[in-house]
């Protein structure tokens, strides 16, 4: 018999194969090229759509566009570390995240949801999830 509680977790296989808990959502994009928007989910992710209905490409990131914003010490415009998301496309992506960002190319005026975020989340708690703050190919010094 086992002393060890069967729990989930972020190696625990079966928490992303019953994932699907639906998440939808969606946003303005801000007039400006440097403010992110960022989407938290109550569970960490497995797969997240992005729908764009903006005129212009869009940024998606896993920590802020701009360096300094708390609780994030870096942003993803150093090297580059985010998605472009080309104006009107979608994108599908398997990953885990308890949070997303998005930001705009352009400093255009914005009109209601140009962004829209699916997420199939599991059913894992959010404070297991481990800060991407300093990964490389996120957000880096």
């Known amino acids: 018999m086992s002393t060890h509680p069967y729990s989930v977790g972020l190696q625990h296989v079966g928490a992303y ?5 639906p998440f939808c959502s969606g946003s303005q994009m801000p007039g400006d090229t440097t403010t992110s928007i960022r989407f938290q989910f109550n569970k960490v992710s497995k797969r997240l759509t992005f729908k764009s209905n903006y ?5 998606i990131h896993f920590a802020p ?5 708390s609780p994030y010490t870096y942003g993803a415009i150093t090297n580059n570390n985010f998605y472009t998301l080309a104006a ?11 949070e997303v960002f998005v930001s705009s190319t352009n400093a255009a005026a914005a009109a209601s ?18 800060s991407l703050d300093n990964v490389t190919g996120v957000a880096t010094s």
């Open 113 to 130: 949801d140009e962004i829209q975020v699916f997420a199939e989340l599991t059913n894992i708690p959010t404070h297991l999830m481990y």
């Open 17 to 21: 194969q019953v994932s699907g808990i």
């Open 55 to 59: 005129a212009h490409d869009i940024r």
């Open 88 to 98: 009107g496309a979608t994108v599908s992506l398997d990953v885990k995240c308890k």
């Open 65 to 69: 566009y701009q360096a300094g914003v």
